[in-house]
Nanobody
């Protein structure tokens, strides 16, 4: 079974920075896409950023220039560096892994982490 575990959430003042990390565990052979989504209070979950196994990235317009996604394929991990945080970035952040292949012959279209809370407030 493949699982994702996020870390790095917390309370930060506006203008501050946080770094989220997500590690996948299990008998993983490959993960095509890894990404971060968020759900703000009272809103739907939306894409924040995603990165392919080859390093191609995609960002929501609201975070371009402030957030940077990266991954370590050897560690099956993905990171989100969040700078210049704003109160509207307050949300539960979820790690996602898409097109996951694991031994012995398992395929998961996507796997979600339990989420980590980010609160931006003075």
């Amino acid at each position: 079974q493949v699982q994702l575990a996020e870390s790095g959430g917390g309370l930060v003042q506006p203008g501050g920075s946080l770094r989220l990390a997500c590690a996948a565990s299990g008998s993983i052979r490959s993960i095509n896409v890894m990404g971060w989504y968020r759900r703000a209070p009272g809103k739907q979950r939306v894409l924040v950023a995603r990165i392919s196994s080859t390093g191609s990235t995609d960002y929501a317009d609201s975070v371009k220039g402030r957030f940077t996604i990266s991954r370590d394929n050897a560690k099956n991990s993905v990171y989100l560096q969040m700078n210049s945080l704003k109160p509207e970035d307050t949300a539960a952040y979820y790690c996602n892994a898409g097109d996951v292949r694991a031994d012995p012959g398992y395929w998961y279209p996507e796997v979600w982490g339990p989420g980590t809370l980010v609160t931006v407030s003075s």
